[in-house]
């Protein structure tokens, strides 16, 4: 696997799109060993798209887009808004709120990112929130979403490492709620020091937080009907997805009504151009995963991480390190991809909840979206609010340590991640 890692880091030097490189570093594993028949290329880019649980991936994309363009995502933004808007920095706050209520709709980080700045981002520049401090936290609070289901890197997870999405799922509600409160008071103590001062001087009465959680019940009740309908067997994880899109439609159409026949052709042209980009991932990163069992990295790799120690809690901090640096240079996806395979046998080897590692490894992998050098969600949003990369990614710096601060409780008190799962679904 020497020729295809090096292959395909000097790809990604030259430019090559994610893909491409790890279908033709794949590739090359096998014109290194000849005795393997060529067709099994062909073979695993088909069957690694033959997954009945990966289904849930395209069927989720499609209810997240549907709810953006439902009207559900601008209730969620007046309910947030009402519930911090006498807190020091309220517009970052009521990003760090919808991030936590856009985890149970959109399901992806980079799209929540994307999609604060283009609300929330001329209004905050309008009340002078520094363009990069703006940048900095509509990316962040993205992470959130990494947590809270339905999370599309723990479907990702759950399907190549084989463990539970439900239990997944359930798992993510504490760890995002968590981080939630911790960029939150982060926020609070970042818009101080630089006099964003709060919209009101009280909080909001109880019959405006009433009135507004009426008008965004239906958004709400979605992660809660999800993680119900699975643990009682209503629905799998991919059947979860389809009821997510008819969700989606009949809010849209019935209860909001603005589901017309233009937004939903729209809706699935933009769909369309994201499950593209995710499958082609998934279909190519086959190729490059059959060569990882056939040379036994994962048994390898977890001979030599035990050889180091035992310990589960130190284990995690070694493998979290990797992680961050993995982090900087390759994609979320790829990352859960490739080295879920690999990573997983070793958490298992030394003791690891799987559900606790998938809520840690995948935290600490999205985080990779807002770190330079190949942060998609950094310069996603320095675009989008007019400002440079670097200075985002100084602002960030608060914000990245708050992060890393849930993670390192999440891996030291376990039944932080674990609680809820143990309660819904038994030990």
């Not at 099994?40 to 953006?68: C, E």
């Not at 982060?186 to 405006?208: C, H, Q, V, Y």
Request: hydrophobic share 55%; charged share 10%; glycine share 10%.
């Amino acid at each position: 696997m020497g020729v295809v890692v090096i292959v395909f880091l000097g790809l990604l030097l030259l430019g090559m799109p994610v893909a491409f490189a790890i279908g033709i570093s794949g590739t090359m594993f096998f014109f290194v060993n000849p005795e393997i028949p060529l067709s099994i290329v062909v073979q695993k880019v088909v069957s690694s798209s033959q997954s009945f649980t990966l289904l849930a991936i395209p069927l989720f994309i499609f209810a997240g887009n549907l709810m953006n363009n439902t009207g559900i995502t601008s209730r969620l933004v007046k309910l947030a808004n009402v519930l911090t808007g006498h807190m020091y920095g309220n517009l970052g706050q009521v990003s760090c709120v919808l991030s936590t209520l856009m985890g149970g709709v959109s399901g992806s980080a980079n799209a929540d990112a994307a999609m604060e700045c283009r609300v929330l981002g001329p209004e905050m520049t309008k009340r002078g929130y520094p363009r990069p401090y703006s940048a900095a936290v509509n990316g962040v609070t993205s992470l959130i979403t990494a947590t809270i289901p339905p999370s599309m890197g723990l479907i990702i997870y759950g399907s190549v490492g084989e463990v539970s999405i439900g239990r997944l799922f359930a798992g993510g509600f504490v760890p995002g709620f968590l981080m939630m409160a911790v960029l939150m008071l982060t926020i609070r103590i970042t818009a101080k020091k630089r006099g964003l001062t709060p919209e009101r001087t009280k909080p909001a009465s109880f019959m405006d937080v009433c009135r507004a959680a009426v008008d965004g019940f239906w958004a709400l009740l979605f992660p809660i009907i999800l993680i119900v309908g699975i643990r009682f067997g209503v629905f799998t994880a991919s059947e979860s997805g389809a009821f997510a899109c008819v969700y989606a439609i009949f809010v849209g159409t019935v209860i909001y009504k603005e589901l017309t026949l233009k937004v939903f052709f729209s809706t699935l042209k933009d769909t369309a151009h994201d499950i593209g980009v995710i499958m082609i991932l998934v279909s190519l990163s086959g190729i490059f995963g059959y060569g990882i069992v056939y040379d036994q990295v994962p048994q390898a790799m977890a001979g030599f991480l035990v050889s180091i120690t035992n310990n589960p809690v130190l284990m995690q901090f070694i493998i979290i390190l990797l992680l961050v640096i993995c982090g900087m240079f390759i994609e979320t996806t790829v990352i859960a991809l490739l080295l879920t395979p690999i990573l997983l046998p070793v958490a298992r080897a030394a003791g690891v909840d799987p559900v606790q590692f998938g809520l840690v490894m995948m935290t600490v992998t999205t985080m990779g979206i807002m770190t330079p050098p190949v942060g998609i969600a950094l310069y996603t949003t320095s675009s989008i609010m007019g400002c440079k990369p670097e200075e985002t990614a100084k602002q960030t710096v608060p914000f990245i340590i708050a992060v890393v601060c849930v993670v390192v409780l999440c891996v030291c008190f376990k039944d932080l991640v674990l609680f809820i799962p143990n309660l819904v679904f038994g030990k």
